[in-house]
């Protein structure tokens, strides 16, 4: 079974640092690109970064930019997110994700998250 | 950077038809992607590349995108199809490209 799960979660205060984990299984991990998405209580999903499946590559939403770094260990089967300087608004559900990709003749590339983790909380509070 | 707009609500009742409709600048050029969400649980892919389902999920579900506005339309709504629906595109064009949601709709079944 494709699977992904997620650990690391805490209540951390403001200005602290917090590492997740996520564990992949059921598939080639080393083949596939993945992401860390995230989801503030009540709110919708906004992505937070993306890394290629060597690692060689790496992304971020422009909001956690320069306090965020994600990472991944192959030959462990784990994707990871290092978080930094972490404030209120980082509270959230994150999720990790396993991304696909496909050719739209009209349109060139296209890639999308086809296996979700079941997510892990982070809460930042004093 | 890239908006995609969607209604905070659509309300319909057992039976009927369901159209979300997320809004972009120019989005036919894009394939926009859709996930369905239920309380508690993980975001679930329900289309790729604007009408592609995924095994597993029923035909009532389609897609279409053209021009500004990409809809996804789910037949004969049953009560298990309450949920959070979100669309997703890829941006490359902006200082950070990636992924971007849509703010999702919440489907109510009256």
């Known amino acids: 079974e494709v699977q992904l799960v997620e650990s690391g979660g805490a209540l951390v205060q403001p200005g602290g640092s917090l590492r997740l984990s996520c564990a992949a299984s059921?598939?080639?991990?080393?083949?596939?690109?993945m992401h860390w998405v995230r989801q503030a209580p009540g709110m919708g999903l906004v992505w937070v970064a993306r890394?290629?499946?060597?690692?060689?590559?790496?992304s971020y939403a422009g909001s956690v930019v320069g306090r965020f770094t994600i990472s991944r260990d192959n030959a462990k089967n784990t994707l990871f997110l290092e978080m930094n300087s972490l404030s209120a608004e980082d509270t959230a559900i994150y999720y990790c994700?396993?991304?696909?990709?496909?050719?739209?003749?009209?349109?060139?590339?296209?890639?999308?998250?086809?296996?979700w983790g079941k997510g892990t909380t982070v809460s930042v509070s004093s | 950077s890239y908006v995609l707009t969607q209604p905070p609500s659509v309300s319909v009742a057992p039976g009927q038809t369901a159209r979300i409709s997320c809004g972009g600048d120019?989005?036919?050029?894009?394939?926009v992607h859709w996930y369905q969400q239920k309380p508690g649980q993980a975001p679930l892919l329900v289309f790729f590349?604007?009408?592609v389902r995924p095994s597993g999920i029923p035909e009532r579900f389609s897609g279409s995108n053209s021009g500004n506005t990409a809809t996804m339309t789910i037949s004969r709504v049953e009560v298990g199809d309450e949920a959070d629906y979100y669309c997703?595109?890829?941006?490359?064009?902006?200082?950070?490209?990636?992924?971007?949601f849509g703010g999702g709709t919440k489907l109510t079944v009256l």
């Open positions: 059921g598939f080639t991990f080393s083949n596939y690109w």
């Open positions: 997703q595109v890829w941006e490359s064009t902006s200082d950070h490209p990636g992924v971007i």
């Open positions: 994700a396993r991304e696909s990709s496909g050719w739209n003749l009209r349109r060139g590339y296209y890639y999308y998250m086809d296996v």
């Open positions: 120019n989005i036919g050029s894009k394939s």
């Open positions: 890394i290629q499946s060597d690692g060689g590559a790496t």
């Open positions: 590349d604007d009408y």
